[in-house]
T-cell receptor, first 114, second 117 residues
Framework: ETGVTQSPTHLIKTRGQQVTLRCSSQ?????VSWYQQALGQGPQFIFQ???????GRGNFPPRFSGLQFPNYSSELNVNALELDDSALYLC?????????????FGPGTRLTVL | AQTVTQSQPEMSVQEAETVTLSCTYD???????LFWYKQPPSRQMILVIR??????QNATENRFSVNFQKAAKSFSLKISDSQLGDAAMYFC??????????????FGEGTQLTVNP
């Protein structure tokens, strides 16, 4: 149990729709990262938020966006869903303090796009 | 860009035996961190062990140890006295030591480990 929670657990959407995934980090974790994990593959970095601002992005289009809130929660929004967006979405948070900041992962949200 | 390669999609081991999972990576950086993560069917990614590139000594955590060969860019995980609870997908991951890169992790494709009773 890492103290990082995600909701919902599972979600089914249709192509073209929009989706919001949520993550709740541990108190004091001011950095959150989001990853996309397609079936049978390793997680791919989407972006990272630090103190409510995006400060790093992977090779994902702008229809993937995020928000981070002062209460250590965050959101991943995906617009105009495509079939290839079907994946497990993981969030990971890191505590304040040292540069080396271990990431604590949530259990993920399984998104299916039909 | 950094890449991480795990060449063993699947591995199996008998309970109480030892198994080694392989990982290679490619980077032009001199300062970085390497990790092994475990992902059981519950999907929650759990940190198994980490290695700082500037440390020559191989990291050890109880039954888990690594063989870090910086020149060869190799980072293997050895699991001793394998237990049924070790069965999971194992991911090798890289993180840059450049501060502006933040906490971004680059993962390999994973190795599915089966432990046979």
């Amino acid at each position: 149990e890492t103290g990082v929670t995600q909701s919902p657990t599972h979600l089914i959407k249709t192509r073209g729709q929009q989706v919001t995934l949520r993550c709740s980090s541990q108190s004091g974790h001011n950095t959150v990262s989001w990853y996309q994990q397609a079936l049978g593959q390793g997680p791919q970095f989407i972006f990272q938020y630090y103190r409510e601002e995006e400060n790093g992005r992977g090779n994902f289009p702008p229809r993937f966006s995020g928000l981070q809130f002062p209460n250590y929660s965050s959101e991943l929004n995906v617009n105009a869903l495509e079939l290839d967006d079907s994946a497990l979405y993981l969030c990971a948070s890191s505590p304040v303090g040292t540069f080396y900041n271990e990431q604590f992962f949530g259990p993920g949200t399984r998104l299916t796009v039909l | 860009a950094q890449t991480v390669t795990q060449s063993q999609p699947e591995m199996s081991v008998q309970e109480a035996e030892t198994v080694t999972l392989s990982c290679t990576y490619d980077t032009s950086e001199s300062d970085y961190y390497l990790f092994w993560y475990k992902q059981p069917p519950s999907r929650q990614m759990i940190l198994v062990i980490r290695q700082e590139a500037y440390k020559q000594q191989n990291a050890t955590e109880n039954r888990f140890s690594v063989n870090f060969q910086k020149a060869a860019k190799s980072f293997s995980l050895k699991i001793s006295d394998s237990q049924l609870g070790d069965a999971a997908m194992y991911f090798c991951a890289y993180r840059s030591g450049v501060e502006t890169s933040g906490s971004r992790l680059t993962f390999g494709e994973g190795t599915q480990l089966t432990v046979n009773p």
